[in-house]
């Protein structure tokens, strides 16, 4: 054989070698569960997202988890070494410093909880699951299957205990408590100031040790447990509800560690499993660790009987479950939309609670009787009618006078308030005209259109010198130039504000050229895609790719700053710093936001049942739903790099438009993209999708 064909052979045999390695690593990926490739301790650092490692449950209140020392958003940074304790409440990822954190567990060793330091020597954790070793050999593991959990803990041999702080939460919001010892169980409620301090929530609860405990009282909400000195294996029961102690008693089970373990795992990869992907394995890695971020909450707070508490105090009876724990200012725009279409069922109830806030004394922030840890609920009323658009069934005869009166107080004070409250007006008129109320809808029509004045006052001039001041002209975490694209039913009308298709291009091609885009915070999300009705919908596909796994330039953060040293890098990258400085996760927002660029599909305007179309991050998604037929994306010529779409065919009939209703998506069946490195100026300009308010 000659050195030539030694070398072919070679070079093929090698070749072949690598595509098998290929072929049996997509298999391997493609065998593991959708909790196997999750990682909880994405987001984790710092103020990189404000998430936690805690066991959880899908749309449980209950979540156990670690609080370390210095605090932060959700208790936990992943770099800390000194440990506080355990607790049971959270919000993941929103702002104010957090919300949550209550009844706080901590082991310890000897005579004194004070004496006996939680230095951690590992971690680990995946979806309802958390486990950590300390230095001193005080091993503990987690795990939350509904509104009840298990606490394990392991102890060396000589004097232990557990010191409990009733009055911890987070950022010191605790109001109140009462509690009542009986042999090895506590139990009582917890009253706490939520998210940014605004209203409080009361949680119940039912506590049990596996073993005997000696009670002391030490101060005031504060008690020690302490357990017989020759016992190494310790387990706490424990549940949560948001009517009374006898529901928290009725939930709890004393189901071990591994059963529990097993239950909670069952139920996120069922979930998670709505939605198949294949691809690249780290990008399946990232899209299953956000996809499980996004379905922390809201909370299911209604009991197996239908009773629940609602947002006045009142005990109330339902026939369907009643979620709670809302952040709809921010997730209104990526999570609650991602919600309504992978999971219709769960959907149902969550939008019918949202309207059921408001017989009850709804406000844009909690109330003074939360049934549990919340945000803010601005944006109701686009996401109600975004609802009954996809047909979800929402009573709004039931609901009118109070949807009229809200609206009649929004907030016109600031051009950033006109603009939000506007939206609002709009869905307000295009509920009224749905339920025959046509002079109403008139009159809220109006009052939406006046954005235009507004916009033009204080929008189109960019030649002012503050137009790239975060705060200026008093707006709310925002510059003019991110709030002005704010017309997301309108967008007609904004580009015949500006001048025209071509002077509205000219301005967007300067706002992402300047990089006055601000993904550390929600108020200019949308500008990604507000190129798809246009002539240039290619640009909008560079955009979303070059945002979720390519390095960008952010001056902006989200602390009301442009500072001096601007971030350089990736945004979304599957470590505990992932995310930018200072940028919340929102309740899952953020991570919704990377969810639907990796699907290839992101909803054009809440409010309205359509989706632009890019190009997928991955080769094949597969939305299932408990009925009907999957849709399944599937991506030809398929690169990691490749940002555009050549071509695309819908149930192979060749596909011009970017966009699909909902309707269509639900119907199920093939979408195929054929994606490419360079552009197809012309692919989806045949019928262009413009929101529309005249």
């Not at 091993?139 to 299957?145: G, H, I």
């Not at 009618?385 to 929004?410: H, M, N, P, R, V």
């Not at 609002?424 to 339920?435: E, F, H, N, Q």
Request: proline residues 4%.
């Amino acid at each position: 054989m000659t050195l030539r064909l030694l070398l072919l052979s070679l070079l093929a045999f090698t070749f072949a070698c690598q595509q098998q390695e290929t072929e049996e690593k997509t298999l391997d990926i493609a065998s593991q569960k959708p909790t196997e490739m999750v990682n909880v301790f994405l987001g984790s650092s710092g103020d990189h997202g404000q998430m936690s490692p805690a066991a959880s449950y899908p749309f449980s209140m209950l979540s156990i988890g670690p609080h370390t020392y210095p605090a932060t958003h959700t208790g936990y940074e992943y770099y800390a070494k000194e440990f506080l304790g355990f607790s049971h409440t959270r919000l993941e990822g929103v702002g104010c410093q957090g919300s949550g954190g209550n009844i706080l567990v901590r082991p310890f060793l000897g005579d004194s909880w004070e004496t006996s330091d939680l230095i951690k020597t590992e971690d680990k954790a995946k979806p309802g699951y958390y486990s950590v070793k300390f230095e001193n050999k005080i091993a503990a593991e987690f795990a939350v299957a509904d509104r009840y959990g298990v606490h394990h803990y392991q102890f060396p041999e000589g004097e232990k205990g557990f010191f409990i702080d009733l009055s911890y939460a987070t950022v010191n919001r605790f109001q109140e408590e009462e509690h009542h010892i009986e042999g090895n169980t506590l139990s009582g409620w917890i009253d706490t100031r939520t998210t940014c301090g605004a209203g409080k929530y009361r949680i119940y609860y039912y506590m049990e040790f596996s073993q005997p405990v000696n009670w002391q009282e030490t101060e005031a909400h504060k008690l020690t447990a302490t357990v017989d000195k020759s016992q190494k294996d310790v387990e706490i029961y424990v549940a949560l509800s948001s009517v009374n102690v006898e529901y928290a008693k009725k939930a709890l089970t004393k189901a071990s560690l591994n059963e529990t373990k097993e239950v909670s795992d069952e139920a996120w990869n069922e979930l998670l499993g709505h939605i198949k992907v294949k691809g690249d394995e780290e990008r399946m890695k990232m899209f299953y660790s956000l996809l499980y971020r996004a379905i922390q909450s809201p909370y299911v707070i209604s009991e197996d009987d239908g009773t629940y508490r609602a947002v006045d105090g009142s005990v109330q009876q339902s026939k369907e479950p009643i979620y709670n724990g809302w952040a709809i200012w921010d997730n209104y725009r990526t999570q609650l939309p991602l919600l309504s279409l992978i999971y219709p069922d769960e959907y149902q109830n969550i939008s019918a609670s949202i309207a059921n806030l408001y017989p009850y004394g709804k406000r844009d922030f909690a109330t003074e009787n939360e049934p549990s840890p919340t945000v803010r609920t601005e944006h109701a009323i686009p996401v109600l009618w975004d609802a009954y658009q996809k047909g979800y069934k929402i009573d709004f005869e039931k609901i009118a006078e109070y949807l009229i009166k809200e609206s009649e107080t929004l907030d016109y004070s600031h051009p950033d308030k006109a603009l939000e409250a506007s939206y609002d007006a709009w869905a307000l008129s295009k509920i009224l005209a749905s339920i025959g109320r046509d002079d109403l809808s008139e009159q809220f029509k109006k009052k939406a259109l006046e954005y235009k004045k507004g916009w033009v006052n204080e929008f189109k001039d960019l030649t002012k010198d503050d137009v790239d001041r975060m705060g200026a002209r008093g707006m709310y975490q925002g510059t003019i130039w991110q709030y002005r694209w704010f017309v997301p039913f309108d967008q007609k009308g904004l580009i015949e504000l500006i001048g025209g298709e071509e002077q509205y291009l000219a301005e967007l091609d300067e706002f992402f050229g300047h990089d006055y885009y601000n993904h550390a915070n929600q108020p200019d999300l949308q500008t990604t895609k507000m190129y798809q009705g246009t002539s240039q919908p290619w640009k909008s596909q560079a955009i979303i790719h070059k945002v979720a796994v390519d390095t960008v330039i952010q001056h902006y953060f989200n602390n009301n700053s442009r500072g001096t040293g601007s971030y350089v890098g990736k945004i979304y990258k599957n470590d505990p710093a992932t995310y930018l400085p200072t940028m919340d996760d929102d309740a899952g927002t953020m991570s919704s936001w990377y969810v639907w660029a990796s699907s290839g599909i992101f909803p054009a305007c809440v409010g309205e049942p359509v989706y632009y179309l890019h190009a997928p991050l991955m080769e094949e998604v597969s939305i299932n739903w408990p009925e009907g037929e999957p849709l399944t994306i599937k991506v030809t010529n398929y690169n990691p790099d490749h940002a555009y779409i050549k071509e695309a065919t819908f149930n192979g009939k060749s596909l011009n438009k970017n966009w699909l209703t909902h309707k269509e998506i639900r119907a199920g069946g093939e979408l195929v993209i054929t994606t490419s490195a360079e552009p197809n100026k012309n692919w989806g300009t045949a019928e262009p999708f413009l929101t529309s308010f005249q």
